[in-house]
């Protein structure tokens, strides 16, 4: 691609970085944004410089939040003792909106991943494994999507609690393998953690 200008080569090189963002679709959403009115672009360089620099993670889940402790956390009238295991912010929307689950979340970050170099010490699971020995927790359910990454992570953690008083389930596969959780339907979602089975199970089948 050749550019007749330095600065709409950089902007394209940059909004090509982009999951899904070709070089082709970031010239045209570059082009776009120079027909916008200025004060467009500038809201929404700001929100995305705020968004890197002033973002939190709930210091007991992980979930983005823009307070120490997040909403869901703070909640009094949540189960404290039931935790779900999900990979990001994406996933715990999704059981929200099923309004079938009154636990907590514990987010990871991501899946164990060797492919990609993502091994167990760039997730959140030495955080979850101590909430578990601390004896707050009588249940854990695992959310994650059963790909081959997400049945790894699950095995991994499974193994850390080896030993601790605690139940652990995994969300009833309604969902077929590979679906990721955001895109299940809610009904389906829902169903699944209220008919989730107990985590040995799933190793058999
Ligand atoms: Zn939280």
Redesign the pocket.
């Known amino acids: 691609m050749e550019f007749s200008s330095k600065l709409l080569e950089e902007a394209v090189n940059e909004m090509s970085q982009l999951p899904g963002i070709g070089r082709r679709t970031a010239l045209r959403l570059v082009l776009h944004l120079l027909k916008q009115p200025e004060s467009q672009t500038v809201a929404l360089s700001k929100s995305l410089v705020d968004l890197k620099t002033e973002v939190k993670f ?1 210091k ?4 983005i ?1 823009d307070t120490e ?2 909403e ?3 909640n009094k009238s949540r189960q404290s003792e039931i935790v779900c295991v999900v990979e990001d912010i994406r996933d715990v929307m999704a059981i929200e909106n099923t309004s079938q689950y009154r636990g ?2 514990h987010v990871l970050g991501g899946k164990i991943n060797p492919m990609e170099g993502v091994g167990p010490s760039q997730l959140t699971i030495k955080s979850l494994v101590d909430k578990a020995r601390s004896g707050e927790v009588k249940e854990i359910i695992f959310a994650l999507s059963s790909t081959l990454e997400g049945d790894t992570t699950n095995f991994y953690i499974f193994k850390q609690l080896e030993g601790l008083d605690i139940r652990t389930s995994t969300i009833a596969r309604g969902i077929s393998v590979g679906d990721e959780l955001e895109y299940a339907d809610e009904v389906t979602l829902g169903r699944s953690i209220t008919n989730r089975i107990p985590f040995e199970n799933s190793l058999k089948s």
């Open positions: 709930c007991n889940c992980h979930n939040s402790l997040c869901i956390c703070a907590l979340y």
